[in-house]
């Protein structure tokens, strides 16, 4: 499957009644096997979940650790890129060069890489530089 379908296909399913605003995410894993998540809102902000996140925990619930592809896709007039903690759980399962692909339903894209959105990342070396 197309992982720029699978997004769109799955943001349908979002659960978004409070922000009206729905986001589909699949992330394609080592393996080729391409996993889906969408937004899941919560009356009792912030407990909700974002779809990048859904899509990442298919993933691991699958028994994959590592993301090669990621298609983000929500509404509105221009590509949406994940928020800053969706940034860095995608950093924790891809490189800085796994591509990123955030798209519209109008067909409006933005292509990026895990990298160029999260530069700077905390990662597993910053652990070990412990002080004493």
Request: aromatic share 6%; proline share 7%; with cysteine.
């Amino acid at each position: 499957m197309n992982i720029m379908l699978a997004a769109r296909e799955v943001r349908e399913n979002a659960y978004a009644p409070y922000s009206r605003f729905k986001v589909g995410a699949a992330v394609r894993g080592a393996s080729g096997a391409i996993y889906r998540g969408c937004n899941v809102e919560n009356v009792a902000y912030p407990e909700g979940t974002c779809a990048e996140a859904g899509a990442i925990a298919a993933m691991i619930a699958a028994g994959e650790t590592e993301l090669v592809e990621v298609c983000v896709m929500a509404g509105g007039p221009a590509p949406v890129p994940p928020c800053g903690g969706c940034r860095q759980k995608l950093a924790e399962f891809g490189g800085p060069e796994t591509p990123i692909l955030l798209a519209t339903l109008s067909g409006a894209t933005l292509r990026t890489t895990i990298g160029e959105l999260l530069p700077g990342r905390f990662g597993t070396d910053h652990l070990m530089r412990r002080d004493g």
